[in-house]
């Protein structure tokens, strides 16, 4: 399925490939030119030309399933490779779980919680009774960082209730002139 002669439609085929995209998914590659860097007048002229200049990128979007995603491929059209491709997929799968919109909440919460729950346990010694390694001093460690993991996660929602709280209290006691 080699396609020397179009290199737009070379690389269209391996993102096909490569994603497992649908035959409906439409992908469109573009080459953009080069974009200078715009000219720092107060650099001294060796540490300009130490800083390679712009080069040209690829741009690939894909439209499947109603959504559209955009891939920039750092290298010129001609110059991009399968392998190109490939580690791009390495990247998308690594991301997804993140941007997942539950499991990756839930990851980012058990994250925090076991951040949190490891600091306290750092401590050598029961908080309570004052041994080391005492089970109430663990299960309290759990608790603790289960308390601040909520708190992190949920920091947004709790200053937006204090705000939109404080300017009930504020519009309650603002007075209007008289006219």
């Given at each position: ?59 690939v979007t894909v439209r499947a399933r109603g959504r559209a ?30 941007r997942h919109p539950i499991l990756g909440r839930l990851f ?12 306290y346990a750092m401590s050598a010694v029961c908080p309570f ?51």
């Amino acid at each position: 399925m080699e396609n020397d002669s179009n290199p737009a439609e070379q690389i269209a085929d391996w993102f096909r490939e490569v994603l497992q995209l649908p035959k409906s998914a439409r992908v469109t590659v573009e080459h953009a030119p080069a974009v200078p860097p715009p000219p720092d007048h107060n650099a001294r002229p060796e540490s300009r030309a130490a800083h390679p200049v712009a080069t040209s990128h690829t741009t690939v979007t894909v439209r499947a399933r109603g959504r559209a995603a955009t891939f920039l491929v750092p290298k010129p059209m001609p110059e991009v490779r399968r392998e190109d491709v490939e580690a791009m997929q390495d990247e998308i799968r690594r991301g997804v779980l993140g941007r997942h919109p539950i499991l990756g909440r839930l990851f980012l919460f058990g994250g925090w919680w076991f951040a949190f729950t490891g600091l306290y346990a750092m401590s050598a010694v029961c908080p309570f009774c004052g041994s080391p390694a005492c089970v109430v001093g663990v299960a309290s460690a759990g608790i603790f960082g289960l308390a601040c993991a909520g708190g992190v996660s949920l920091w947004h929602r709790i200053t937006a209730a204090a705000r939109r709280a404080a300017h009930a209290v504020r519009s309650r006691f603002q007075t209007h002139a008289p006219e």
